[in-house]
């Protein structure tokens, strides 16, 4: 079976729409961007949205849809949807060999939904105040140095982020495992990082942000385990 299966050339976007929803039990992770305008030559736009926080007004006058099947990241397989006249037109060669995945179990969706709820505390308790202190040092104009740690902590913070975005959440089989897949990729980026980090701060803001999601989840444990025992 194959994922363009789930649809029929000529089917209007309403129907197609509708497919998505219901596809989000095999691809939980499913997003989109949009083309902003009717015209083949009209940017995308510049966000991409999880398929269930669209509304179909908000995409109904756009002639074409780019969806990644799980989540924007490195590798991610996409299908684009292309519409003539509320119409989806025919899929590429390429597109119409993506295997559909199967159905995931409630227990690979219970994982999946608490790697993506610890994945935006990592980005909100972590990730954001070290973002506003890089802007802070980037803006330093009265000191050169505190400009280039702060682009430093800039570059080491994007490779957690695009980490985290690289890590396939279908294969997860907890939350810590999700940690040792993101302490392993975030090594590897910053080895594969082609800007000169001679002061450390790329790769030291980058294990930081590691460092304090591995205590974060150790803090939560804790506090569940106090709560059941209290109970």
């Known amino acids: 079976m194959y994922f363009v299966n789930e649809f029929k050339v000529n089917q209007n976007k309403k129907g197609v729409f509708s497919k998505f929803k219901a596809l989000l039990a095999h691809y939980p992770h499913l997003s989109l961007t949009y083309r902003e305008g009717r015209r083949s030559n009209d940017a995308f736009y510049s966000s991409i949205t999880q398929v269930n926080t669209v509304n179909?007004?908000?995409?109904?006058?756009?002639?074409?849809?780019?969806?990644f099947l799980n989540g924007e990241h490195e590798g991610a397989e996409k299908v684009n949807f292309h519409f003539i006249d509320d119409r989806l037109q025919e899929f590429s060669k390429q597109e119409c060999?993506?295997?559909?995945?199967?159905?995931?179990?409630?227990?690979?969706?219970?994982v999946i939904k608490a790697c993506q709820?610890?994945?935006?505390?990592?980005?909100?308790?972590?990730?954001?105040?070290?973002?506003?202190?890089?802007?802070?040092?980037?803006?330093?104009?009265?000191?050169?140095?505190?400009?280039?740690?702060?682009?430093?902590?800039m570059r080491g913070l994007n490779i957690v982020e695009q980490a985290m975005n690289s890590i396939d959440k279908h294969q997860i089989l907890s939350v810590n495992d999700f940690l040792n897949q993101l302490t392993g990729r975030v090594d590897e980026l910053v080895t594969a990082c082609e800007y000169s980090d001679s002061e450390g701060f790329i790769e030291g803001t980058a294990k930081e942000v590691v460092q304090q999601a591995i205590k974060l989840q150790t803090r939560s444990l804790k506090l569940r385990k106090s709560s059941r025992i209290k109970r």
């Open 117 to 153: 709820f610890f994945s935006e505390k990592i980005r909100n308790k972590i990730l954001t105040p070290l973002e506003d202190d890089a802007w802070q040092k980037m803006g330093a104009a009265f000191s050169t140095t505190f400009c280039v740690v702060g682009k430093d902590m």
């Open 56 to 67: 179909l007004e908000k995409i109904q006058y756009s002639n074409e849809w780019k969806v």
């Open 97 to 110: 060999k993506i295997k559909l995945l199967p159905k995931l179990t409630k227990e690979q969706l219970k």
